[in-house]
């Protein structure tokens, strides 16, 4: 897309937002040759930071194909920010509705028409405990299968640091001044998958490749291996759920040890130790 065609809105939010952005935060900005000069296609971008989708933004604005995100509906409803989503042309997601699959078409419509679609896949801040990308969601997938669009690996690192997720103070970390980076990697080559059904495990094993990509090109940005396995927060959900019930019931059979009562003495009687 050309800077022609970047429109009123997006200069607007660039205005606002890339002063503090250049005054604030040193760059390190890699791989920008990989964004296509024309044409649809898809980044998938790792996801560790309230602030970060500043910075992948300033690094997208910059090559002159600005993106669309898919984001929360509830940001379009009103106010300067909702004008602005919608001014944007950003993508609203309807979660908790019937009309979920409404994004992905519009995604779609977006890339026929020579747009870039920004997905998250993720689908919320990463849980993994090094902030290494998590297992994703098979959205970005769909679309790829359904448009053949290039889809471009997204790393970026630094804005953690300054805004840490899930941290328990609120606060920015603004100084000394952090570097914000952002590497594109070359398109993933998903032609093995084309003409295939989009099945569960087609889209998984897509969803798969083109996280595998975004997690190389982060250990590149960090300069140290990436895990042999992506964090599944759901397994690991139920694993500390099981931890907490066997704590619990260590903690009980200790506090009935003390008291000097045995855990079978706590359990029902039937009719038949009534009797003895």
Same mark, same amino acid.
């Given at each position: 897309?050309?800077?022609?065609? @970047?429109?009123?809105?997006?200069? %607007?939010?660039?205005?606002?937002?890339? !002063?503090?952005?250049?005054?604030?935060?040193?760059?390190?900005?890699?791989?920008?040759?990989? @964004?296509?000069?024309?044409?649809?296609? @898809? *980044?998938?971008?790792?996801?560790?930071?309230?602030?970060?989708?500043?910075?992948?933004?300033?690094?997208?604005?910059? $090559?002159?194909?600005?993106?669309?995100?898919?984001?929360? #509906?509830?940001?379009?409803k009103g106010g300067f920010v909702g004008a602005v989503m919608r001014g944007t042309g950003q993508i609203p997601v309807y979660r908790e509705s019937a009309d979920a699959a409404?994004?992905?078409?519009?995604?779609?419509?977006? @890339?026929?028409?020579?747009?870039? +679609?920004?997905?998250?896949?993720?689908?919320?801040? *990463?849980?993994?405990?090094?902030?290494?990308?998590?297992?994703?969601? $098979?959205?970005?997938?769909?679309?790829?299968? %359904? =448009?053949?669009?290039?889809? +471009? !690996?997204?790393?970026?690192?630094?804005?953690?640091?300054?805004? !840490?997720?899930?941290?328990?103070?609120?606060?920015?970390?603004?100084?000394?001044?952090? $570097?914000?980076?952002?590497?594109?990697?070359? !398109?993933?080559?998903? #032609?093995?998958?084309?003409?295939?059904?989009? =099945?569960?495990?087609?889209?998984?094993?897509? *969803?798969?490749? +083109?996280?595998?990509?975004? =997690?190389?090109?982060?250990?590149?940005?960090?300069?140290?291996?990436?895990?042999?396995?992506?964090?599944?927060?759901?397994?690991?959900? +139920?694993?500390?759920?099981?931890?907490?019930?066997e704590q619990q019931k260590a903690e009980r059979a200790r506090q009935l040890d003390e008291r000097g009562v045995k855990l079978d003495d706590q359990a029902p009687k039937t009719?038949?130790?009534?009797?003895?």
């Open positions: 897309m050309s800077r022609r065609r @970047i429109g009123f809105w997006y200069r %607007l939010a660039a205005v606002i937002c890339k !002063p503090p952005l250049l005054v604030l935060f040193k760059r390190d900005w890699q791989g920008m040759e990989h @964004i296509p000069a024309d044409g649809g296609f @898809i *980044t998938v971008v790792n996801h560790n930071s309230y602030l970060d989708p500043l910075s992948y933004a300033h690094y997208q604005y910059n $090559t002159g194909r600005v993106p669309r995100f898919l984001a929360k #509906s509830g940001l379009f409404v994004a992905f078409r519009a995604a779609v419509a977006a @890339i026929n028409k020579g747009e870039c +679609v920004a997905f998250y896949p993720e689908g919320t801040l *990463t849980r993994d405990p090094d902030l290494w990308p998590m297992q994703g969601k $098979t959205g970005a997938a769909r679309v790829a299968l %359904l =448009t053949k669009a290039p889809v +471009v !690996p997204v790393a970026q690192w630094g804005a953690n640091e300054v805004m !840490p997720p899930y941290a328990k103070e609120k606060k920015l970390r603004l100084f000394p001044r952090k $570097t914000l980076r952002v590497k594109a990697g070359e !398109p993933v080559d998903l #032609s093995e998958f084309y003409g295939k059904e989009p =099945t569960a495990d087609v889209l998984r094993a897509v *969803t798969e490749k +083109v996280m595998a990509a975004v =997690t190389e090109l982060l250990a590149e940005l960090r300069g140290e291996p990436a895990p042999a396995e992506p964090y599944d927060h759901r397994k690991d959900a +139920v694993r500390r759920s099981r931890a907490r019930r009719q038949e130790d009534e009797g003895k």
